[in-house]
């Protein structure tokens, strides 16, 4: 097909003229909106594969540490529960330790979602 | 001059920067949306259709190989998703006899179309598209108006490019046909 020949020259020149419609203004910030929740999704995809991968590892490690101990027929230490006001003490900062874990937690999600929200800005 | 190509907004977008898709999506949206808009011949589905298209594009960017330009892979992409859509809302398109494609004359059409004003050329084009099937149009329209060669309809088409001669030869003369019929 020749496009230059004068037959479709004529066809070319309506096809170029033909409405090619325009996107509305909010075109632009609505789908990089989506881009960004996308992206959003395959950073937490990725993040639970990791986690799962780590579950699964410590998960192996240790069936085979207790494997390991039962082959080499290693004496299981025993566990010597410490006083009681000392397992309090050790209670109080397990605790203490999971309220920050967690506050820890809040703080970055807020943290994140803060910086989604400047990114699509 | 570009000051950074494609591949380089690819790497960035695929090592985390999302915010550098926002141009890629400025140098195609508008051709993408053009041609869509052309193929399903509805505003608010084109738009609808475009961003399906980028967040397409989006997701799969890690599959593009570079082994076609990055404008072929979107808009196979594009043609894909706007194919699709129109066979699922099963448009009616008019049944063109073998014989009356082989009467048409190019000649005839251009000379009669030569006789009327612009604006009516152009109404009568739109009409004749309307009228044939959704893929078909897809091919004519990445032929003229979005200046595609046939060797890049067929990576975007997924047809061969012997195939795509033959049904471009097709379409033209279905148009034509169908240009006659208004004239008549």
């Known amino acids: ?121 | 001059m570009e000051l950074y190509t494609d591949t380089y907004y690819i790497q960035r977008v695929l090592s985390g920067d999302t915010s550098c898709f926002a141009c890629l999506l400025d140098k195609y949206s508008n051709q993408v949306h053009a041609l869509i808009y052309r193929v399903v011949h509805n505003r608010e589905d084109a738009e609808e259709l475009t961003q399906d298209v980028f967040v397409k594009v989006f997701q799969s960017l890690k599959s593009f190989k570079g082994d076609c330009s990055f404008s072929t892979w979107i808009y196979r992409i594009a043609y894909n998703t706007a194919v699709s859509y129109t066979r699922k809302t099963k448009y009616e398109y008019l049944a063109i006899e073998e014989e009356q494609l082989s009467n048409v004359s190019e000649d005839e059409v251009n000379e009669s179309l030569g006789l009327i004003r612009n604006n009516e050329q152009i109404e009568r084009l739109e009409k004749a598209l309307g009228k044939i099937p959704a893929d078909e149009r897809a091919l004519i329209l990445l032929f003229y108006m979005q200046e595609k060669s046939m060797d890049e309809i067929s990576v975007i088409s997924g047809l061969t490019l012997s195939n795509v001669k033959t049904r471009m030869h097709r379409v033209r003369k279905k148009l034509f046909v169908l240009l006659k019929e208004m004239e008549d």
């Open chain 1, 1 to 121: 097909m020749n496009t230059t020949s004068d037959k479709t020259e004529l066809l070319n020149n309506l096809f170029k003229q033909l409405d090619k419609g325009s996107l509305s203004p909010s075109f632009r910030s609505d789908l990089m909106g989506r881009v960004f929740a996308e992206a959003a999704k395959k950073r937490k995809r990725a993040e639970r594969l990791g986690l799962i991968a780590v579950c699964a590892a410590s998960f192996v490690l240790v069936v085979l540490a207790v494997l390991g101990m039962l082959y080499t027929k290693i004496v299981f230490p025993s566990i010597t529960m410490p006083d009681q006001p000392v397992t309090i003490f050790y209670l109080f900062i397990a605790a203490l330790v999971a309220l920050l874990l967690f506050a820890d937690y809040k703080l970055r999600v807020l943290f994140r979602r803060k910086q989604q929200k400047s990114e699509s800005e």
